[in-house]
């Protein structure tokens, strides 16, 4: 069998492998804290593909393993539970341990619920841009990407009264991302990173910009995919990975992202997990529990680029 030939590509973006270089700078976070930790809620029901609503495709990433061509009342209901049910509980638990988080939004989410958005920010959280629809960008022309931003800043500030400043895509972004970003003029910072444990700039279009990495690793999404989601041991791991952070930040300090999503973290067999996150973060004595755009505006303070 002749081998095929191995045509390489152009990159589309350069890779920077160094980082910090085992040498990160001192953030400074207040209070003297090891770590920041930013809690993310995702709220993206009500985003998802259904075809029932005319998309193509049904959403695929839920409690069951069982994929309908037509329409799914069983993968809708499921998202439903998340703005019906879960929301007041997460919400709730939270204000308990006086915990400030973003609210990672997609735009058509608020638009259906924009009630919910508005309790965020009356709660004093921040609510972030998480796309038009919870949807992957790879694959969409700029006028496309550009009009999708556009619309989803609008969705958000139309309901809140507040513009989005922090932006991140669900997977993959493009190639023209950043770009748009910066070029909108309004965001202090992207999150579609998942490449270290502190905040770094990049220059886009000539400017200064600022990426505070993601994670999927502290993220209950990636324990949807065992096959029981135990609220155990995702809290054991965040635990873990706290810890081990406030033992590094004793000398260098660094950020914790931790990822939620309200149909999966806000079932009442889960949401103790969280409930054991935040009374130990919280009662550490070593985190700055803080919203992802305070960080941000944090950073920009302590390592100012014009």
Not at 74 to 89: D, K, L, P, Q, V
Not at 105 to 133: F, I, K, Y
Not at 194 to 221: I, S
Request: contains cysteine; proline residues 7%.
């Amino acid at each position: 069998m002749t081998p095929i030939p191995f045509k390489p590509t152009p990159p589309t973006r350069e890779r920077d492998l160094k980082g910090y270089a085992g040498s990160p700078p001192d953030p400074q976070w207040p209070g003297k804290a090891r770590v920041a930790v930013s809690f993310v809620v995702n709220f993206e029901e009500g985003a998802e593909f259904t075809v029932s609503e005319g998309d193509p495709v049904n959403e695929g990433i839920y409690e069951v393993d069982h994929r309908l061509e037509g329409p799914d009342p069983c993968i809708e209901s499921h998202f439903e539970y998340g703005t019906r049910a879960a929301w007041w509980r997460v919400m709730d638990l939270l204000d308990a341990h006086g915990a400030k988080v973003t609210v990672s939004s997609c735009g058509r989410a608020v638009e259906r619920s924009p009630e919910l958005a508005r309790d965020a920010v009356a709660r004093g959280h921040e609510v972030s841009a998480h796309g038009w629809r919870w949807e992957s960008h790879a694959g969409l022309d700029e006028a496309t990407e550009r009009a999708r931003i556009a619309r989803t800043v609008e969705a958000i500030t139309r309901a809140t009264g507040q513009r989005p400043v922090g932006w991140h895509t669900r997977s993959a972004s493009t190639a023209n991302t950043r770009r748009l970003l910066v070029e909108d003029g309004g965001f202090l910072y992207d999150s579609d990173a998942y490449n270290d444990d502190l905040p770094y700039y990049v220059e886009v279009a000539g400017r200064p910009h600022l990426v505070l990495p993601y994670a999927f690793d502290t993220n209950d999404m990636h324990f949807q995919h065992t096959q029981r989601f135990r609220g155990a041991d995702f809290a054991d791991y965040v635990i873990d990975a706290f810890d081990w952070l406030a033992r590094e930040g004793e000398r260098a300090p660094k950020m914790l992202s931790i990822g939620l999503h309200l149909r999966m973290i806000g079932r009442p067999g889960r949401i103790g997990a969280l409930d054991r996150i935040l009374a130990h973060i919280c009662g550490s004595g070593h985190a700055w529990v803080a919203p992802r755009a305070d960080i941000a505006r944090h950073w920009r303070t302590t390592f100012p680029r014009t």
